[in-house]
C-alpha cells in the first residue's frame, strides 16, 4: 500500500434514504474521505466485494436486505472490515446484536458528524494497526 | 323458571346486579343492605309465622274437638243419671198408688198415714191428694185445704190420664218453696174406674239430684223446663224460677258469655219430664293447658324473629362491607389498569412519532451540515455572516429535535430485561456517584436511611440505575439550591421499597395527576422533554414494579418505587 493510500479512509457508505445518504457522502469526501453511496443491502455487498474499502457505514433498515444480514454475509469473505451501524431506528438490541456479529460501533441518527468522522477513523487506525502488527 | 329469574331480577335492584367501571362507584349500599335484610328476614320468617300458625290452629282444633266431644259425653252421661234418678221417684209413687188402692186411699187417715210413712222415709214430700176420673180431688193430705178441686179441665190431668205419669215443671204455688208435682194414674180393679196420685215434690230434691252426678265445680249444672225458667239454681244465672233463656237449642254451642267469657253451652231435654240439663262449660281457651302451650308457642316465635333479626342484619352487614370493600378495591384496580394503559398508549404513539421524524431529521441535520461546510470553503459574500447565523439556528433546533426523538424512540426499546442478581443499596450508591459532584455544587444535602437486611433482588440493573438516576435528578431539579434530599429503603412484604423525598417546592394536585404522561413537564421550554418520568414509570412496570408519588406544596415531594423480588417480563 502506498503512503497516500493509506491517509484516504475509503468509506462505503450504505444508506436507502438517497438524500442522507448522498449529503453525507459529499460532506465525508470535503472532509478528506473516499466515500462510495450504495443504496439496498445488496448493491452494498456487491460494492463491498468489488472495491478496496478501509470502513463501511451501514444503515439497518434497508428494504431488500436488512443491515444485520448484509454485516453477517460480509464477514464471510470480508472478516476484518470494520462496520460502523448508522440507524434512525430506535432498536437498541438490533445495535446490540449487531455489536454480536463483529460491528465496530453504533450510533444513531441524526449522528453528530465530528462523532462519526472520530469513530471512522478510530475503526480504520485499529484495523491497519492489528494488520501493521501481525505483518511484522 | 325463567320467569322466577325475571321476577328476582325485578327484586333485585340494580345496584346489586349491575356491572362494574371505573366510573361506577356509587353503589347505593344502604339501600343494598336494607332489600337484602328484608328479602332475608322475609325468607326467614315468613315460613316459620306460616308454620307457627299452622301450629296454633290445628292445636286449637284438636282442643276444642276434644272439648265439644267431651262435654257431649258428659251431657249425655248425665241425661242419663237425671233419668234414672226420676225414674226411681216415679217408681215410688207408682209404687205407693197400688191399682186397688185407691177406695182404701180416700178412707179414714189411711192417706195421712201414707204421707207421714212416706214423709219419714224420704223426707221431700210435701203434700199427697186422689183424684177420681172426672177430675175431683176426693181426698188430700198436706198444708192446704185443696178438697174438692176440680182438676178436670187442667192439662196436666189430662196428660197424665192419656201417659201414666205426669211430672210439673217446678212452681212456687202457695208456700212460696219452689216445688214440683208428680201424678201417677192408676185404674181400679173392681170399678174399672181410673183414679190419680198426685204428690208434691220440694224443687230441693231436684236440687240435691243434680248435685249428685255434678262431677267438676267449674261447670255450671243446671235444669231448665221447655220455657227457659231455671229450676234449680245455676252459678251464672241465679236462683231457681228465675228466667233462664227462651229457645235453647239442644246439642252443644259454643258461645259467648255474659261477662264475655267463651264457653260451651250443652243442652239436652230429659225424656217423659219437661225439664232440660244445661251444662255450661268454661272454655279449653282459658284452661292452663292451652294457656302454657299458647304462651310457649308466642316465646319461640318471638325468640326466632329476634335470633332470625340479629344474624340477619350482622350477617348482611358484613356481606354489604365485604362487597363494598371488593368493589372500591376493583376500582382501583381498574383505575389503576386505566392509568398504565393511557401511558402505555401515549408511549407507544410517542415512540412512534419520533420515529417518522427522526429520518426527515437526520436529512435536515446533513444538509445543514452541508450547507455549513460549502458556506465554509467558499469566499466572502453578502449575507455570509447572516447565512451562517442562520444555518447555525437550524442546527441548534435540529439538535434539541434530535434529543427529544432519541428519548421517545427509548419508549420503542424493546431491550430485553437482563436480570441478575442485585442489592437495591449497591444500585442507589452506584447512581450517587454519578450525582455527587452536582449535589455538592447545588449544596444539597443527602439524607440516606437505607435498610441493611433488604434481600437480593433479581432485576435488570442497567434499567434500575435509569430509574434512580432519574429520580434522584428530579429531585435534584426539583431542590434547585440548598435542600436535602432523603432516599430510604425498606422491605415490605416482600417488595422493596425505596423512598426517595425531597424538600422541593412541592408539586400542585393538578400537576400531579399528569406527572407521569410523557411531553408533561413544568420546566422552562427547551429544559426539559417531559420524558424522564413517563420513561421510569414504563421501565419499572417493565420489570413488575410500581412508581407512586405524593406531594405537599411548600413541604415537598416524594416518590415511592417498589420493585418486585423478580422481575417478570412485562412488555407491552
Known amino acids: 500500500m502506498t503512503n497516500e493510500m493509506k491517509d484516504t479512509i475509503r468509506v462505503l457508505l450504505a444508506d436507502d434514504e438517497i438524500e442522507f445518504a448522498t449529503t453525507l457522502s459529499i460532506r465525508l469526501n470535503l472532509r478528506g474521505f473516499e466515500t462510495t453511496v450504495a443504496y439496498s443491502g445488496h448493491e452494498a455487498l456487491e460494492k463491498i466485494d468489488s472495491k478496496d474499502l478501509d470502513v463501511v457505514i451501514l444503515d439497518l433498515k434497508m428494504p431488500d436486505l436488512d443491515g444485520l444480514e448484509v454485516l453477517a454475509r460480509l464477514r464471510v469473505n470480508h472478516p476484518k472490515l470494520p462496520v460502523i451501524i448508522l440507524t434512525g431506528h430506535g432498536a437498541f438490541e438490533a445495535g446490540k446484536e449487531g455489536m454480536e456479529l463483529g460491528a465496530f460501533d453504533y450510533i444513531m441518527k441524526p449522528a453528530d458528524l465530528n462523532l462519526l468522522t472520530a469513530k471512522i477513523e478510530e475503526a480504520h487506525e485499529t484495523v491497519s494497526g492489528s494488520e501493521a502488527k501481525r505483518g511484522r | ?572
Open chain 2, 1 to 572: 323458571m325463567k320467569l322466577v329469574f325475571s321476577i328476582f331480577e325485578k327484586l333485585i335492584p340494580l345496584s346489586l346486579s349491575g356491572g362494574m367501571d371505573s366510573n361506577f362507584s356509587n353503589r347505593n349500599y344502604r339501600r343494598l343492605n336494607a332489600i337484602l335484610v328484608a328479602i332475608m328476614l322475609a325468607t326467614a320468617i315468613v315460613p316459620m309465622l306460616m308454620a307457627a300458625g299452622l301450629g296454633f290452629k290445628s292445636y286449637n282444633e284438636l282442643f276444642r274437638d276434644t272439648e265439644r266431644a267431651e262435654v257431649q259425653w258428659q251431657l249425655d252421661g248425665s241425661i242419663k243419671s237425671m233419668e234414672y234418678l226420676l225414674h226411681t221417684l216415679e217408681s215410688i209413687v207408682l209404687f205407693v198408688a197400688r191399682d186397688d188402692r185407691y177406695e182404701e186411699l180416700n178412707q179414714g187417715s189411711s192417706l195421712e198415714e201414707l204421707f207421714f210413712r212416706l214423709q219419714r222415709q224420704y223426707g221431700y214430700f210435701s203434700d199427697l191428694g186422689v183424684i177420681d176420673e172426672n177430675g175431683i180431688q176426693q181426698n188430700y193430705y198436706g198444708p192446704y185445704d185443696l178438697e174438692g178441686i176440680d182438676y178436670s179441665e187442667e192439662e196436666w190431668f189430662k196428660e197424665v190420664l192419656d201417659r201414666g205419669v205426669y211430672i210439673s215443671k217446678v212452681y212456687t204455688g202457695y208456700r212460696e218453696i219452689p216445688h214440683f208435682a208428680m201424678a201417677v194414674s192408676k185404674v181400679e180393679p173392681k170399678t174399672r174406674k181410673r183414679w190419680v196420685l198426685r204428690s208434691t215434690i220440694e224443687a230441693g230434691k231436684l236440687q240435691k239430684f243434680v248435685n249428685t252426678i255434678k262431677n267438676s265445680a267449674e261447670d255450671d249444672f243446671f235444669l231448665i223446663d221447655n220455657e227457659g225458667k231455671l229450676q234449680t239454681s245455676s252459678q251464672r244465672y241465679g236462683e231457681p224460677l228465675s228466667h233462664f233463656l227462651s229457645d235453647v237449642e239442644p246439642g252443644v254451642h259454643r258461645i259467648v258469655s255474659e261477662n264475655g267469657e267463651s264457653v260451651f253451652r250443652a243442652v239436652g231435654a230429659i225424656s217423659h219430664t219437661p225439664w232440660s240439663l244445661v251444662i255450661i262449660n268454661p272454655n279449653y281457651i282459658h284452661g292452663s293447658e292451652w294457656k302454657t302451650f299458647r304462651a310457649r308457642l308466642l316465646a319461640i316465635v318471638l325468640f326466632c324473629i329476634v335470633t332470625s333479626i340479629f344474624v340477619v342484619v350482622l350477617l348482611v352487614n358484613a356481606m354489604t362491607r365485604r362487597l363494598q370493600m371488593a368493589d372500591e378495591l376493583q376500582i382501583t384496580m381498574l383505575k389503576e389498569a386505566e392509568q398504565t394503559e393511557k401511558l402505555a398508549s401515549i408511549g407507544r404513539l410517542a415512540a412512534g412519532v419520533g420515529h417518522e421524524i427522526n429520518n426527515p431529521l437526520a436529512i435536515i441535520d446533513q444538509r445543514t451540515g452541508l450547507m455549513e461546510d460549502l458556506l465554509h470553503l467558499s469566499g466572502d459574500f453578502t449575507h455570509k455572516d447572516a447565512m451562517q447565523e442562520g444555518l447555525a439556528g437550524i442546527s441548534r433546533s435540529v439538535e434539541r429535535c434530535k434529543v427529544i426523538t432519541h428519548r421517545l424512540l427509548g419508549f420503542a426499546r424493546r431491550n430485553p430485561v437482563t436480570a441478575e442478581n442485585l442489592q437495591i443499596n449497591q444500585v442507589i450508591a452506584e447512581v450517587l456517584q454519578f450525582l455527587d459532584s452536582e449535589m455538592l455544587y447545588n449544596k444539597i444535602r443527602l439524607n440516606l436511611k437505607l435498610s441493611n437486611d433488604l434481600p437480593v433482588v433479581v432485576s435488570d440493573r442497567t434499567q434500575l440505575q435509569q430509574v434512580f438516576l432519574n429520580i434522584i435528578k428530579n429531585a435534584i431539579d426539583a431542590i434547585d439550591r440548598e435542600g436535602t434530599i432523603t432516599i430510604s429503603s425498606n422491605c415490605l412484604a416482600g417488595d422493596i421499597r425505596v423512598v426517595i423525598e425531597d424538600d422541593g417546592p412541592g408539586i400542585p394536585e393538578e400537576i400531579i395527576k399528569h406527572i407521569f404522561e410523557p411531553f408533561y413537564t413544568t420546566k422552562e421550554t427547551g429544559k426539559g422533554t417531559g420524558l424522564g418520568l413517563s420513561i421510569t414509570f414504563g421501565l419499572l412496570k417493565k420489570l413488575g414494579g410500581d412508581i407512586t408519588v405524593r406531594s405537599k406544596v411548600g413541604v415537598g415531594t416524594a416518590f415511592t418505587i417498589t420493585i418486585p423480588p423478580e422481575c417478570y417480563v412485562h412488555d407491552q
